[in-house]
């Protein structure tokens, strides 16, 4: 147990990061490979998704990807925070966006020409590129949280379509590490668009945090699938494996979550190195990393708490106790009360009308949640701010789904929140 807590805090404590937000033309001919990688948070609490960041990175560049061919979103917030016990360590070139928000991911996926005009760094991917895109960060139902920002399910897969009619590649995998990660795509990813996804957990439940005891960091190390896939990854030949074999060894050995796939069933068989390496050779390139299994897993909605608990027992004096225990007090209080507004305002909803019409489509479905939750976020809470309000939001898909609408929802909202 010692030897994996070591182990993470090397790779973690690595992320001293050298930036370069203006990079020089790539040569004409493009590359086969590219990659998007996106920490969707940030804060000491989140230390976990810059780390999965930072660890990717690393699996995909002694892979072979260019440097230049993978744009990393991260707020970038860890590698100098004071609670870092090591830094500077390694540093890594990287094409790095500060600006991490989902308006930003999604010009840099569609290519945006006023980015691209202005020298930042956008997808140049072509028909003949392949293309892997990994998430990891906090969601909920039909979306995935950013430091500014949601994604919503909708947005996410109308930008998958747009690249597909557009050209933007040949084939392309997401891997996607967040709670009710699988709303993003059930029912709405098509499949006839030469996209194969995985993610942490279904539709309905939490995805979970590992290594969360580290008597040296209080704050959750890795995320257990996004551990597993990594680990899985550095110790198998991946030109051998497939993307069904890697999916089917996550889903093995992630036992708080279920993994999931969606898209296209039939890129199944291709190789992960299609993906995950550039021009290497067939031998391919196995770590000796022990396969230590992810411990001390915490659900992802509630891991800031364990981490403030540890930090509590942990303080050295009592200043910092007492503060630790005032910030645990006044999340555990945010937790409850969140409880109750989602609460009250389904009630407020169900005694002033009946539902009216069933939506027609699961699109119709999504924008009204949508139109609900935006206002939510503005008048009440944020998932930002309380990282509970993703276990409460499908609630608001309920109501949505059983023929509520919107303009009714939201009055709910507004009573309860004003």
């Not at 140049?124 to 960060?137: H, L």
């Not at 995950?276 to 067939?282: I, S």
Request: net charge negative.
């Amino acid at each position: 147990m010692e030897t994996a807590s070591i182990s993470f805090i090397t790779f973690v404590c690595l992320i001293g990061v050298s930036v370069a937000l203006n990079v020089s033309k790539i040569n004409d001919t493009p590359a086969r490979n590219w990659a998007v990688l996106v920490a969707g948070s940030n804060g000491w609490d989140n230390y976990r998704h810059q780390a999965d960041i930072c660890h990717a990175y690393q699996i995909l560049t002694r892979r072979g990807i260019p440097k230049e061919n993978i744009i990393t979103f991260m707020y970038d917030d860890i590698a100098h925070n004071d609670f870092n016990i090591c830094l500077n360590v390694d540093e890594m070139q990287l094409i790095l966006y500060w600006e991490v928000t989902p308006e930003m991911f999604m010009r840099v996926m569609k290519a945006d020409s006023e980015l691209n005009a202005v020298g930042k760094k956008v997808l140049n991917s072509g028909p003949d590129d392949n293309v892997f895109v990994y998430f990891t960060d906090h969601g909920a139902e039909g979306i995935i949280a950013f430091p500014n920002g949601l994604l919503h399910a909708r947005e996410l897969n109308e930008t998958l379509t747009y690249m597909y009619e557009h050209k933007r590649y040949k084939e392309m995998v997401l891997y996607v590490e967040a709670c009710f990660s699988g709303s993003m795509f059930e029912d709405i990813l098509p499949q006839n668009i030469r996209v194969f996804t995985t993610t942490a957990a279904n539709a309905q439940e939490s995805s979970y945090a590992a290594f969360c005891e580290d008597p040296n960091i209080s704050a959750c190390l890795a995320d257990e699938y996004s551990y597993n896939w990594m680990t899985d990854t550095e110790t198998h030949d991946i030109h051998q494996l497939s993307l069904q074999q890697q999916y089917g060894d996550v889903k093995d050995v992630t036992r708080s979550s279920h993994v999931m796939e969606y898209g296209d069933m039939s890129m199944g068989s291709l190789p992960v190195d299609q993906f995950q390496t550039h021009n290497m050779k067939k031998s391919g390139l196995v770590t000796d990393t022990v396969n230590t299994k992810p411990i001390h897993t915490k659900r992802s909605t509630t891991a800031h708490v364990f981490a403030l608990m540890r930090r509590a027992m942990q303080a050295r004096t009592e200043e910092d106790h007492s503060l630790a225990m005032k910030k645990l007090h006044r999340v555990m209080q945010l937790g409850t009360i969140v409880k109750h507004v989602f609460d009250d305002i389904v009630a407020d909803v169900r005694k002033s009308l009946e539902p009216v019409e069933k939506p027609s489509s699961k699109l119709e479905q999504l924008l009204c949640f949508e139109k609900v939750f935006k206002v939510f976020q503005i008048n009440c809470f944020t998932i930002q701010q309380v990282p509970e309000v993703a276990q409460h939001v499908t609630q608001f898909h309920h109501l949505c789904r059983t023929g509520y609408q919107p303009d009714v929802i939201i009055n709910s909202v507004m009573n309860v929140c004003t």
